[in-house]
């Protein structure tokens, strides 16, 4: 971090994971808002763009499309009138990943029988 608070693109593609590239393909699609420039007019990112990209990894860690991710940035923009709306796309997302979850747990299950199973006719069958 430099003496402004402000993080380089490599700073801020370590810190979160990222690759330079993605970070300017978000900012090119309207994910990421404008990053600020510093003098030489590279990109510096504020802490508050490193919250937005944790929250935003969160959100694709969860599987929510590019398309769903880039309609809550742009609701986001929007300020608080558009409160109701996102909740209602994060509630939504939401359902889907416990349903993915609890389709998950079903398959581990499954897994669990499995090697069960197989545990119990090597420790006998030997």
Same mark, same amino acid.
């Given at each position: 971090?430099?003496?402004?608070?402000?993080?380089?693109?490599?700073?801020?593609?370590?810190?979160?994971?990222?690759?330079?590239?993605?970070?300017?393909?978000?900012?090119?699609?309207?994910?990421?808002?404008?990053?600020?420039?510093?003098?030489?007019? @590279? /990109?510096?990112?504020?802490? $508050?763009?490193? %919250?937005? &990209?944790?929250? +935003?990894? #969160?959100? *694709? !860690?969860?599987?929510?499309?590019?398309?769903?991710?880039?309609?809550?940035?742009?609701? @986001? /923009?929007?300020?608080?009138? $558009?409160?109701? %709306?996102? &909740?209602?796309? +994060?509630? #939504?997302? *939401? !359902?889907?990943?416990?349903?993915?979850?609890?389709?998950?747990?079903?398959?581990?299950?499954?897994?669990?029988?499995?090697?069960?199973?197989?545990?119990? &006719?090597?420790?006998?069958?030997?």
């Amino acid at each position: 971090m430099n003496d402004t608070g402000t993080r380089s693109i490599a700073e801020t593609a370590e810190l979160t994971g990222l690759t330079a590239h993605t970070l300017r393909y978000y900012e090119r699609i309207g994910l990421l808002d404008p990053v600020d420039r510093g003098p030489d007019g @590279r /990109r510096r990112f504020r802490d $508050t763009d490193l %919250a937005w &990209l944790s929250f +935003l990894t #969160r959100l *694709r !860690d969860t599987g929510m499309p590019i398309r769903e991710m880039r309609e809550f940035a742009e609701l @986001r /923009r929007a300020g608080d009138v $558009t409160a109701s %709306a996102r &909740l209602e796309l +994060l509630s #939504r997302h *939401r !359902d889907g990943v416990r349903r993915r979850i609890a389709d998950l747990a079903d398959c581990l299950d499954a897994l669990d029988n499995k090697i069960d199973h197989y545990r119990r &006719l090597t420790s006998t069958g030997t």
